[in-house]
Structures are given as structure tokens and as C-alpha cells.
């Protein structure tokens, strides 16, 4: 079982690693022997998490803003200069707005589909040669995108451009997984409920209505995000792709 689920020794690329689910999964990661690139925007909160999680193994920050083709293609170069090979990518950066319908901004869409959306397929697509590199029929590269409850259920708040971005992030995983499943990558997407993060805010008046809508009536913990991206990224996943997998303790029952 140890070498089933085993992911030491890979190489792993982490967006939004500084915070929230990126962090969780970036730790894991770490702890487990996978030599781990975070990115984020804020270049010193970037360098001083990737230092804080170096204590428990190889965390590298590789600050950019890849909400546009062009920040993509900067962190790439930077990357590439460091390594020939990438066996995990989790494309994990993400952003929320919220506004009543009518008062709805374009940029409140834009700028939340830019990075939720957008960026994940430029990325991977340039992060390919890396990953194909990396890729064999007995250990596969793997894509793991962390896409959301709230793009599989409406639910009660009005963030539009959010529910649409990660429906079709969830789409768009299934479209990749078709098309590179020859080229032994995988494609998966995690959709998380409710985890302490800095998207989701939740005040402590309303925590308990909010834990009543979770049939395991708890918040996600970082071990559940742990155990389902360690299994996509081991052998014990390898044929697995094309899923969404929610990991939201039956929100979306």
C-alpha cells in the first residue's frame, strides 16, 4: 500500500500554494517527499510560506500572476529554467465577487473568470512539454484542478461569474482528459464544499446554518484534501481521469 500511494521524488506545481486549499494541498505534498513549486501573487508572503513549508521537506516559491497568457508564459520561463519535467500540476488560484444581478460589474465577471478559468487552460497547455516529459504508462502526469461545490449546485449567493467559471472548469477538465489520456496524463478535478480559506468567509452567526446544508456537518479539513490529491497523483489513481470528485462531505446530495 505504501508504494501504491506513494508520490515521493515527483515534481508538483501548486497555484494559489500561499493560502487556503492551495497551502493544504502544497503541505502535503511537501510532507511527502514531492519536491513542490507555490505560486502566488504576493512575492513575499510566496517566499516566507515556501520557507515555512521547507521544514518539512522542498518547497520553492515561484511568484507570478497568471490571470493573464502573459504572466503564464513568465512563470513557465522561470519554471522551465529550473525544471525538464513536471509530474503534478494543481490548478488550484482561484478568486470569488459577488454582487446583486443587477449591479453585476464586468470586471466582477472578467477578473474572475480570467483566473478560475482562463489561466488553467493556458497553463496547462504550456506546462505540457514538462508534462509529457515527465509522463510514462506506469506513472502518469497528472493534472489535478480544484474546481468547486458551487459549480455542481447553485447556491445562495450571487456570484455568477464564480459558478459559471468552475461548471466549466469542471467541463473543461473532462475535455483534457479525452484529449492527452493517449499521452498517459491525467485529468481530474476536486470540487471542495466548505474549507477554512480566504474565499470562503464565514461569520461565525452563520456557521452553524451553514454546517446544517453538510450531511458529515463539519468544514472540510486538510487532511480530506490530502487524501484525495495524494490518490490522483500515486499510482493508486493512474486510471483515474476525466472525474470530478467532490470533497464536500455530501453537499451535493
Not at 511537501?30 to 513549508?53: D, F, H, P, Q, W
Not at 469542471?170 to 479525452?178: F, M, P, Q, Y
Not at 471542495?192 to 446544517?212: C, H, K, N, Y
Request: glycine letters at 10%.
Amino acid at each position: 500500500m505504501d508504494e501504491l500511494f506513494s508520490v515521493a521524488g515527483k515534481v508538483a506545481l501548486v497555484t494559489g500554494g500561499t493560502s487556503g486549499i492551495g497551502y493544504m494541498i502544497a503541505e502535503a505534498l511537501v510532507s511527502r517527499g514531492v519536491k513542490t513549486y507555490i505560486v502566488g501573487r504576493n512575492s513575499e508572503t510566496c517566499l516566507a510560506i515556501a520557507a515555512e513549508l521547507s521544514q518539512a521537506g522542498t518547497c520553492l516559491a515561484l511568484p507570478g500572476d497568471i490571470s493573464t497568457v502573459k504572466g503564464v508564459d513568465d512563470l513557465v520561463s522561470r519554471f522551465s529554467a529550473e525544471e525538464s519535467q513536471l509530474n503534478i500540476l494543481v490548478n488550484n488560484a482561484g478568486a470569488m465577487y459577488d454582487a446583486p444581478l443587477d449591479d453585476f460589474s464586468e470586471s466582477g465577471w472578467d477578473d474572475v473568470v480570467d483566473l478560475n478559468l482562463k489561466s488553467v487552460f493556458f497553463l496547462s497547455q504550456a506546462l505540457l512539454p514538462q508534462m509529457r516529459a515527465a509522463a510514462s504508462e506506469a506513472k502518469p502526469a497528472t493534472v489535478i484542478n480544484i474546481g468547486s461545490v458551487g459549480g455542481l449546485r447553485v447556491g445562495p449567493k450571487e456570484n455568477y461569474s464564480y459558478q459559471a467559471a468552475k461548471a466549466g472548469l469542471h467541463h473543461l477538465t473532462g475535455s483534457l482528459a479525452k484529449r492527452l489520456g493517449a499521452e498517459h496524463i491525467t485529468v481530474n478535478a476536486i470540487a471542495p464544499g466548505f474549507f477554512p480559506s480566504r474565499i470562503t468567509q464565514i461569520p461565525d452567526d452563520m456557521l452553524a446554518d451553514v454546517l446544517a446544508s453538510v450531511p458529515r456537518r463539519r468544514l472540510g479539513q486538510a487532511d480530506d484534501l490530502a487524501g484525495a490529491v495524494i490518490y490522483l497523483a500515486s499510482k493508486a489513481g493512474a486510471f483515474v481521469t476525466g472525474a470530478v470528485i467532490p470533497v464536500a462531505g455530501g453537499m451535493t446530495l
